[in-house]
């Protein structure tokens, strides 16, 4: 088990930024790959974001690109998303997940391991 913890959610206005953490409590993330996803009321989970293990490759969703950023820090077990210039349209619940696959994934079953989810409400 990875147990993960997501933190940073709140409500913003429009165009503000917002910092998302993901931490594994006693357990080191850099055996895996790393992504966020974001599920709003009555759609499906979607992928924001994914980082390898290194944290050289990456993977954004269209909808993201150029306003979020995802990082690592293996040595503080922690997952950042960093979210800029958001908009209405990307509020929703944000969850953390870990895959213990090899190669980056956009795919919500390739997860092994999930947060509890961390609310982003974005008012216009």
């Known amino acids: 088990q990875v147990p993960l913890v997501e933190s940073g959610g709140g409500l913003v206005q429009a165009g503000d930024s917002l910092r998302l953490s993901c931490a594994a409590s006693g357990r080191t993330l850099s055996n895996y790959v790393m992504g966020w996803f974001r599920q709003a009321p009555g759609k499906e989970r979607e992928i924001v974001a994914a980082?390898?293990?290194?944290?050289?490759?990456?993977y954004y969703a269209d909808s993201v690109k150029g306003r979020f950023t995802i990082s690592r820090d293996n040595a503080k077990y922690t997952v950042y998303l960093q979210m800029n210039s958001l908009k209405p349209e990307d509020t929703a619940v944000y969850y953390c997940?870990?895959?213990?696959?090899?190669?980056?994934?956009?795919?919500?079953?390739?997860?092994?391991?999930w947060g509890q989810g961390t609310q982003v409400t974005v008012s216009s």
């Open positions: 997940a870990a895959d213990e696959g090899w190669h980056i994934s956009p795919l919500v079953d390739d997860y092994d391991y």
């Open positions: 980082i390898n293990w290194s944290g050289i490759s990456t």
